[in-house]
């Protein structure tokens, strides 16, 4: 799944505006094979309005989600590792100049 899909998988329905958000999105009918007990607790959390395929959607987008800020945030801070040496130098450098207190 692309990343720019990710990032819309939280942001809200507006209608009428078709760059950067979803527009009704299909639902697609699908079969998946699951632990019977995993299946049991998922349908103790449904209710009469909330369906058994919306609580394993509702998971799904959450765990992709979580998955998108674990990828980000392994970028920023590789990141921050390859300026670590450079911002530390610069840090010592202007405490350097601090008068003692």
Do not use: C
Not at 73 to 87: F, Q, V, Y
């Amino acid at each position: 799944m692309s990343g720019w899909l990710l990032g819309q998988l939280h942001r809200p329905l507006v209608l009428g505006h078709l760059k950067g958000s979803m527009i009704g999105g299909m639902r697609v009918k699908t079969s998946v094979t699951i632990d019977e007990r995993v299946l049991r607790a998922i349908d103790k959390t449904t209710t009469r309005t909330r369906s058994r395929s919306r609580v394993i959607e509702d998971a799904a987008r959450e765990f992709l989600a979580r998955r998108a800020r674990a990828a980000r945030e392994s970028r920023d801070l590789a990141i921050l590792n390859e300026s670590a040496d450079a911002l530390n130098r610069e840090m010592e450098d202007v405490l350097a100049y601090q008068a003692d207190v």
